[in-house]
């Protein structure tokens, strides 16, 4: 079966310092892969998505980056973190059947 | 822009109550609309409406989609302090791209 990891759980960081939060799938191959960003209090936005290794399309201009070094890897990241990062961050994927997105267990990243 | 829009953005009821939560969307390229529950940590997926009129139904939950009216509604009966959670509403596009609504959080009071 389909299992997707994201690390770290729990994040505190300085504002600007750097990010990089990982996701790994297992038990697919070339999947789509999305990182997700929930701020307080607010729905999920589409963040990044990646159709394949060095893939990536951006939905929303902003202070982050992504990118798929490997076909189940996905990192999202940041050179300088500001307050607005702050959020739940979340990594999905598609079922087998491209019908619904499962999510990762998410990162919580508060910037202080 | 495509907009999905929950309502309402809050709800309290007690125990037992019957509750219904609504999503409205402007979406270009709907292939389906989703709810997930989200309790503490990330979304679980609760249903996939695609057709108009047809529900779906998962025990004392159940969802319906009106494609006319661009809309779809959540139902739960005889709630419990468990159904507590914030529902999200979501709209499948092409790329399978999901736009989602603000959520609605419901609290349950025994």
């Known amino acids: 079966s389909q299992t997707i990891h994201q690390w770290p759980a729990t994040l505190v960081q300085p504002v600007g310092s750097p990010l990089s939060l990982e996701c790994t799938v297992e038990?697919?191959?070339?999947?789509?892969l999305y990182w997700y960003r929930q701020a307080a209090g607010r729905g999920l936005q589409l963040l990044f998505y990646?159709?394949?290794?060095?893939?990536i399309s951006s939905e929303v201009p902003q202070n982050l980056s992504a990118s798929r070094p490997q076909d189940r890897q996905f990192i999202l990241s940041s050179k300088k973190l500001l307050l607005s990062d702050s959020g739940f961050y979340l990594c999905?994927?598609?079922?087998?059947?491209?019908?619904?997105?499962?999510f990762g267990e998410g990162s919580w990243l508060t910037v202080v | 822009e495509d907009k999905v829009v929950q309502s309402p953005l809050s709800l309290v009821v007690h125990e037992g109550d019957t509750v219904t939560l609504n999503c409205s969307y402007e979406?270009?390229?709907?292939?389906?609309l989703l709810w997930y529950k989200q309790e503490k940590k990330a979304p679980t997926f609760l249903f996939m409406l695609?057709?108009?009129?047809i529900e779906k139904k998962s025990g004392r939950l159940s969802s319906i989609l009106d494609k006319k009216e661009l809309s779809s509604i959540l139902n739960i009966t005889a709630t419990q302090t468990g159904d507590s959670a914030i529902y999200l509403c979501?709209?499948?596009?092409?790329?399978?791209?999901?736009?989602f609504g603000q959520g609605t959080r419901l609290t349950i009071n025994p």
């Open positions: 990646s159709v394949g290794i060095g893939q």
């Open positions: 979406v270009t390229n709907f292939r389906s």
């Open positions: 979501a709209v499948a596009k092409g790329a399978q791209k999901l736009v």
């Open positions: 999905a994927w598609p079922s087998l059947r491209g019908n619904t997105i499962y």
């Open positions: 695609t057709s108009s009129g």
């Open positions: 038990g697919t191959s070339n999947p789509n």
